[in-house]
Structure formats: structure tokens, C-alpha cells
């Protein structure tokens, strides 16, 4: 089976090289995007099988992004987890409207990051 790919999408540079080197770690593969635009043109060509969104980024947000997502019926079946520091309700009501099936708080823990990714694509974890 080929290795999931999963595309980060976050404006913060660091943010993305630390959940790239943790996906990678557990066996994904990773691409990248920094603003909402570019995540678009990445999902158009590279048909990721899950969309890790950042929320709050400059010119098109997360939640802009994942309607987009979610419109496209070439695209639509992607699993999107939004990332957020936001820990409102109103952050994760938004996030659900929008199409995600998840909203994770910022700071998170790699172990509940791949446990989210493993559950939304149906992958079983490895016996330890």
C-alpha cells in the first residue's frame, strides 16, 4: 500500500517543518502549502488523502480554504483536520460549517495528531 499523503497547510514556516518531520517519523507522506492559495493549487494537483488546515492565515483563511475544498467534487471526499490555537466553541462550530471533520487545538500533542490522521483515513495503528 502506498504511503498516505498528507498535505500541511500553515503560514508559519516552523510550524509546518515540526508536523513534517513528525508525519514523516510515522510513515506519511507530506506536502506543503503556506497560504490558502497555494494549498488550492496543491489540492488540484497532487489529490491529497487528508488536508491538515491551519485557520488563521492572511488572505484566505482556513475556513475559506475548506468550503473550497469541499465545494470541488473532484476534491471533496478529502478528510480536512483544521488546526487552530483558537480554543472557542465558535472556533470548532466554524470549522464543522465549513466542511472539516475536525478541529484540533494548537498546542497538540504528535500522538493525538496521528491518531486524528490514522481515524479519518481509516488506518489502523500498529501493534506496539
Known amino acids: 500500500m502506498a504511503k498516505p499523503k498528507i498535505l500541511v497547510v500553515d503560514d508559519e514556516p516552523d510550524v509546518v517543518a515540526l508536523i513534517e518531520r513528525t508525519l514523516r517519523v510515522y510513515g506519511f507522506d507530506v506536502i506543503k502549502a503556506y497560504d490558502g492559495i497555494g494549498a488550492l493549487d496543491v489540492v488540484s494537483t497532487e489529490k491529497p488523502d487528508l488536508i491538515l488546515l491551519d485557520i488563521m492565515m492572511p488572505?484566505?483563511?482556513?475556513?475559506?480554504?475548506?468550503?473550497?475544498?469541499k465545494a470541488n467534487p473532484q476534491?471533496?471526499?478529502?478528510?480536512?483536520?483544521?488546526?487552530?490555537?483558537?480554543?472557542?466553541?465558535?472556533a470548532r462550530a466554524h470549522s464543522i460549517r465549513?466542511?472539516?471533520?475536525?478541529?484540533?487545538?494548537?498546542?497538540f500533542m504528535p500522538a493525538e495528531l496521528v491518531a486524528q490522521?490514522?481515524?479519518?483515513?481509516?488506518?489502523?495503528?500498529?501493534?506496539e
Open 98 to 107: 465549513a466542511g472539516a471533520a475536525e478541529l484540533l487545538t494548537k498546542p
Open 59 to 69: 488572505m484566505m483563511s482556513g475556513y475559506e480554504v475548506c468550503e473550497q475544498v
Open 117 to 127: 490522521i490514522r481515524r479519518h483515513l481509516r488506518i489502523e495503528a500498529p501493534a
Open 75 to 90: 476534491t471533496q471526499h478529502i478528510p480536512v483536520v483544521c488546526l487552530s490555537s483558537a480554543h472557542t466553541p465558535d
